[in-house]
């Protein structure tokens, strides 16, 4: 189909259910399951199904519009107006959200989720699935906050029996009956959440030493002893997981998901092997976009490709605003105004937040890595690190309110300082870069890292440098100290971290924000830094010898790419084009003038009075993905024997790793 990725996924689970003729069954109220009509349509369930999902996931408090990139976007008001008229004209609607409506603005910190369970309600939404986020007040709050939901909150993997005031509120699935058919919607939580949220209460994943999808197969067999033919998940696991889930059970038609913040503008199509599909969606975050799912299934049950129709409603100061939320909105918002007044900084330019463009350190998380390690000097600190996941929205160019502070952290991390070996600091470098560009990713103060995110996950770090006392740079010893500043999230395990034989540690009082919003004071003026830390490189790419001349041989990269060659003293992370890094420094360009023939091969010879060689290698036009291939840093070696056998992968130095 046109608007939809597709992607074959071998499974030997047929879907018996398709074969299940679909009668009109009476259901009686049992346990959390129940039937409820969403119109009078009375089809024959013989008949194909039509029907319309709108959804949205990853809200994160943002009630009111924001401007982003010179555009105003999102607020729930406009979302409100958007979802109440389209369904107005479109019958067997059914409005759901995919999780973490919590945390992310001030609102969420002084109102502790009220103002979006109240503006969900006011919006009409019929379900929701739980986020990890919505833990970050306590599962208390959360428990406290859920019971004034009008809308089913539905999760059938999680485990709240710590939580009676949670576990109430909770249902695993529901029927809901459209167009004179049955349809089931069950809600799942990402299996990471343990690992995400520290302030669980007890809350705990079912399963989780074994087969985390053991509950969420149970309750698709549920549902279809129920007679349903038609089963949509409601995740919040991210598309990696979903594709997962897709694959492991077919029954489930649709995925309506949250948590990786993807923004899906063309649905992911899977097919199994009995042409049986699965649709997944996601709209991104923050309300930026409501999603469409136009679903038509066929007499059998099964998903009619042709005429499922889905796509993105951007929202944008273009939409009215519904006055009654906007009327509400505005009222919570008062108390907050101070903060939105109070200006501490002007940014010359826009620090971004699209982290999974991100492969290399982002000028966000280097401002905020930057004000820790100033906050620890008189702890002596000399790195500093921040997870991406503790990073929220985006400085715009102009002037920076405390509003915006604390929308940036917006969580109750800690500044915690301490003294690591080299050892567990290498550790967490590696865990950092061991997964994507997301939550998990650090940025850093006092470090440079060169990672290969080609290679096997524990393998990635190539590199890693600290800043010494005079301003350069040398490999991390692993049995040298080093002093810290870290979030207490991360430095408490939070997303698997593990610090655990650090030693002097000083548990400060302030959230982060604090001194964040110090450095910002006594910088009236900040600026994006190019990236100069972090930087992904390839291996294999480029080797280099001297004869008479250097020669650099280039290969394994994709032909017809331009090629540029760099010559540096020393490896580093400098940037070059005022755009993206390479593993030197001091790099000099030496030819920008080389592309990679068929075999995705070309050759420099010439001389040059660096030590060091790196090749980037940019993709023809035309190329998805069009990504930069940078190499390793390649020290030019005496030519020796067969010139054919040098390589570009170095030896490992003890103080590498």
């Known amino acids: 189909m046109a608007n939809m990725q597709k992607e074959k996924a071998p499974t030997n689970n047929l879907k018996v259910r398709r074969f299940l003729k679909l009668a009109v069954i009476t259901l009686s109220l049992l346990g959390v399951a129940h039937v409820s009509a969403l119109t009078s349509d009375t089809r024959a369930a013989d008949e194909a199904l039509h029907f319309t999902i709108l959804h949205t996931n990853d809200l994160h408090s943002h009630a009111e519009p924001f401007s982003e990139r010179g555009r105003v976007v999102g607020g729930l008001a406009r979302l409100g107006h958007l979802i109440h008229s389209i369904k107005s004209n479109t019958p ?83 029927i809901k009956e459209i167009a004179g058919q049955k349809v089931g919607f069950l809600g799942v939580m990402t299996p990471e959440l343990e690992r995400l949220s520290l302030s669980l209460g007890g809350v705990k994943i079912k399963h989780m030493n074994d087969d985390w999808l053991i509950p969420v197969r149970a309750t698709v067999k549920e549902i279809e002893r129920k007679g349903v033919n038609h089963i949509v998940a409601v ?48 709209t991104g975050s923050y309300g930026r976009a409501l999603g469409r799912l136009d679903l038509a299934f066929d007499k059998d049950g099964r998903m009619d490709a042709a005429d499922t129709k889905y796509r993105l409603i951007n929202i944008t100061d273009k939409i009215p605003e519904d006055p009654a939320m906007k009327a509400y909105i ?5 108390p907050l105004l101070p903060l939105r007044r109070t200006i501490v900084s002007q ?75 080299g050892k567990a600091l290498l550790g967490a470098i590696e865990h950092s870069v061991s997964g994507p560009a997301g939550g998990r990713f650090l940025d850093v103060h006092g470090l440079k890292i060169g990672y290969d995110p080609t290679r096997k996950r524990g393998e990635r770090l190539v590199f890693a440098l600290a800043e010494d006392k005079d301003g350069s740079y040398s490999p991390v010893d692993q ?132 030590s060091w060689l790196c090749a980037v290698a940019h993709p023809p036009k035309g190329t998805k993905p069009r990504k930069l291939i940078i190499s390793y840093p390649v020290e030019i070696q005496q030519a020796k024997g067969n010139d054919a056998e040098m390589t570009d992968r170095p030896a490992k130095k003890k103080t590498d790793k």
């Open 92 to 174: 067997n609607t059914v409005v759901i959200d995919a999780g973490d409506m919590f945390q992310g603005t001030p609102l969420f910190t002084h109102y502790h989720g009220e103002v979006e369970v109240s503006l969900l309600n006011q919006i009409g939404y019929d379900m929701y699935t739980i986020g990890n986020h919505e833990f970050d007040d306590g599962a208390e709050n959360l428990g406290k906050q859920l019971k004034n939901a009008k809308f089913d909150v539905l999760c059938t993997n999680i485990d709240a029996e710590a939580q009676p005031d949670l576990k109430a509120v909770i249902k695993p699935y529901v």
């Open 235 to 282: 995740t919040h696991c991210g598309t990696d997981f979903d594709q997962q889930i897709s694959q492991a059970i077919p029954e489930i038609d649709v995925i309506i998901g949250g948590h990786s913040h993807t923004r899906l503008d063309k649905a992911i199509f899977v097919e199994h092997d009995d042409s049986s599909k699965t649709i997944i969606v996601q």
């Open 330 to 334: 505005d009222k919570k918002v008062e």
């Open 347 to 421: 940014a010359e330019d826009a620090f971004d937040n699209r982290w999974t463009a991100y492969p290399w350190d982002s000028a966000l998380g280097d401002l905020i890595t930057d004000a820790l390690c100033e906050a620890g000097k008189s702890y002596g600190t000399t790195i500093s690190v921040h997870n991406r996941g503790g990073m929220r929205g985006r400085i715009e160019k102009g002037p920076i309110s405390l509003e915006k502070v604390q929308e940036i952290l917006p969580f109750d991390n800690r500044l915690t300082f301490a003294t690591i070996k």
């Open 479 to 610: 049995n040298k100290e080093y002093k810290v500043a870290i979030n207490n999230y991360t430095f408490q395990s939070g997303e698997g971290y593990d610090f655990k034989d650090a030693k002097n540690i000083v548990n400060t009082p302030e959230r982060v924000g604090i001194p964040f919003r110090q450095y910002l004071e006594a910088h009236p003026s900040i600026k994006p830094q190019l990236p100069s830390r972090i930087v992904p490189i390839t291996e294999n790419v480029l080797s280099a010898f001297k004869k008479e001349k250097v020669i650099a041989k280039i290969n394994n990269v994709i032909p017809g790419s331009k090629v540029t060659l760099y010559a540096g003293t020393d490896r580093g992370v400098t940037p070059v084009e005022n755009k993206f890094p390479v593993p030197l420094k001091r790099p000099i360009e030496i030819t920008d003038d080389l592309t990679a023939d068929a075999n995705g091969q070309c050759v420099w010879r010439g001389n040059t009075n660096g």
